[in-house]
């Protein structure tokens, strides 16, 4: 399919109804996170199939999706990507390049959680992850979201280090999208070793953003959970 025919097929499928209420759901009004996205109201089902049937679309054509301001558009060129670089080892380098130059335009939580960690921690399982620093560091809050949560592809392989360094270097960060991203990591490391998460708790839960702490938490009992939030333990 044509990138003018995926065009069509996305004006086609939108649904202005749905579309307002995602504007509202992603904080896209002034002065929010999300300022400026506009939505055409597709199901992220619909989107799938969508970039499914357009996977032989050029690195052009998916950096002008990228550039787009719907937030279809570019959500779709992310899942082409994602399957490419799942489907071909010849071109992950090639994808991985081109996801970094475009992290401006990766903009809304959804965008970096359906991608990032496919892409970035992928390539990085058997590489140096310096970039990941170098991101979590950066002024752009979705540079530091992509950081965080490209090392679930690490955490799948019970490799714990880096997801830890990085969320100390976040462990201020005033975003909620970024407290709520290292918390549901910290969470996802103690699923694998409970010890690892409840170790970084000892040294940090007093100081830990309440909303970062909760997340992190959210598996363990009642009990200790109160014990945590109450700065007992």
């Known amino acids: 399919m044509s990138l003018v025919n995926l065009r069509k097929e996305i004006r086609e499928r939108s649904d202005p109804e749905r579309a307002k209420l995602l504007q509202g759901f992603f904080k896209t009004g002034k002065g929010d996170y999300g300022e400026g996205d506009i939505f055409e109201g597709i199901t992220v089902p619909d989107s799938r199939k969508m970039a499914k049937d357009n996977l032989t ?3 052009k054509e ?7 301001k719907s937030h279809e558009e570019r959500l779709i060129a992310l899942l082409v990507l994602v399957a490419r670089f799942n489907k071909n080892e010849f071109e992950r ?3 991985y390049e081109f996801y970094l130059k475009n992290t401006r335009n990766i903009n809304n939580w959804d965008l970096v959680d359906l991608s990032s960690h496919k892409i970035v921690g992928e390539y990085l399982l ?3 992850r310096k970039i990941l620093y170098k991101l979590a560091k950066s002024s752009l809050l979705w540079e530091r979201r992509i950081a965080i949560i490209s090392t679930f592809a690490f955490i799948r392989e019970n490799q714990f ?8 270097i976040l462990l201020k960060d005033k975003h909620d999208l970024i407290q709520k991203a290292v918390g549901w990591v910290l969470r996802e490391i103690g699923k694998k070793d409970k010890t690892v998460l409840v170790n970084f708790l000892k040294k940090y839960y007093k100081e ?4 970062m702490l909760r997340y992190s938490i959210e598996k363990f009992d009642e009990k200790t959970r109160k014990g945590y939030l109450k700065g007992i333990l």
Do not use: A, G, V, W
């Open 161 to 168: 280090e880096d997801s830890i360094k990085l969320s100390e």
């Open 208 to 211: 830990m953003p309440r909303t």
């Open 57 to 59: 679309l050029s690195f």
């Open 62 to 68: 998916l950096q002008e999706l990228l550039n787009s």
């Open 126 to 128: 058997d590489k140096n």
């Open 93 to 95: 380098k090639e994808i």
